[in-house]
């Protein structure tokens, strides 16, 4: 198992719907959780952190939390064009504290 | 302020030249990160330095690679001798004091083609 796994995409989503992104992790005791935006030809950008389990809201993001089940989640509300983006997870490992990213969904809004 | 600052922006090179790209962090982070790019691999950390100072170095893929912090602001990543596989998109990064879980800010990135 990949470390940290994600659905490269692309994901198509029409305007003003929710864009639903997922990420898996093998490293169990791991407790922090990250969400970068990268645009094409752009660096990463942080947009969301998550340490607990549950949920955790910032304007139209969520990002969703399951230890137990490995599993990481973002969710774009009301998604806009200006969101179409490459959108990566990352991982901070229990067993070393490296930060591992996944290879990205590319996430694609349709006007 | 600038953010952070790499150079240059875009590196052409042949197979057996050396490298060297440079990074200008933000005034007053503590932490400073390389990173590289790749279709292939994604994103990975290379090194990283807290006040100037190696922290970990496990992610620099081999003798080729060597990183410098000669002071707060101003690093440098060298790849001698540069090989194909080397192609990638290097990014630097830095954060305030806190280590890796802290927000980082990425420099706009290096992209490097090695022929």
Known sequence: QKEVEQNSG????????????????????????????????????????????????????TAQLNKASQYVS???????????????????M?????IIFGKGTRLHILP | DAGVIQSPRHEVTEMGQEVTLRCKPISGHDYLFWYRQTMMRGLELLIYFNNNVPIDDSGMPEDRFSAKMPNASFSTLKIQPS???????YFCASSLAGGLPVKQYFGPGTRLTVT
């Open chain 2, 83 to 89: 090989e194909p596989r080397d192609s990638a998109v």
């Open chain 1, 74 to 92: 973002l969710l774009i509300r009301d998604s806009q064009p200006s969101d179409s983006a490459t959108y990566l997870c990352a991982v901070v």
């Open chain 1, 94 to 98: 229990n067993r070393d504290d490296k």
């Open chain 1, 10 to 61: 692309p994901l198509s989503v029409p305007e003003g719907a929710i864009a639903s992104l997922n990420c898996t992790y093998s490293d169990r005791g791991s407790q922090s959780f990250f969400w970068y935006r990268q645009y094409s030809g752009k660096s990463p950008e942080l947009i969301m952190s998550i340490y607990s389990n549950g949920d955790k809201e910032d304007g139209r993001f």
